[in-house]
């Protein structure tokens, strides 16, 4: 039988008064991180279908993915990368059963972010 009170029940304020913490925030960034990967493949894979399509088009594609958008995405993608992995090495460390205290695992959450930055430096200087 259908709840006939339903609009008299008081509303639950989950979102109005929940203070996002960081380890959920950093643990959403590594699923949105996640999912921002696949443009770079997807570039990836364009710009090698394209080395084997034929000169002409390889240059038309070589010169949108080394313009400025295309290095800003890229750079993007290094920093997706980078940020997914630690994030991936701190799943790792908890599922061991280490690091799980709130202090150990904000240390965590300031890691992968400082680390994901730092490392993305590092690649980018490299190559």
């Given amino acids: 039988m259908a709840d006939v009170n339903r609009g008299n029940r008081p509303l639950s304020p989950h979102l109005t008064i929940y203070r996002p913490q960081l380890n959920s925030m950093t643990s959403i960034m590594v699923r949105i991180s996640g999912n921002a990967l696949l443009l770079g493949a997807i570039l990836i894979v364009w710009w090698l279908l394209a080395a084997a399509t034929g000169p002409a088009y390889f240059a038309t594609v070589d010169g949108l993915i ?33 690091g799980l205290e709130v ?21 980018i200087i490299a190559i």
């Fill in 66 to 98: 080394t313009s400025l958008l295309g290095d800003l995405v890229m750079a993007a993608s290094v920093l997706a990368l980078w940020y997914h992995a630690l994030g991936g090495l701190r799943h790792l460390i908890w599922d061991a059963g280490y």
């Fill in 103 to 123: 202090e150990a695992a904000d240390r965590m959450g300031w890691g992968m972010i400082i680390g994901s930055v730092a490392l993305t430096f590092l690649t």
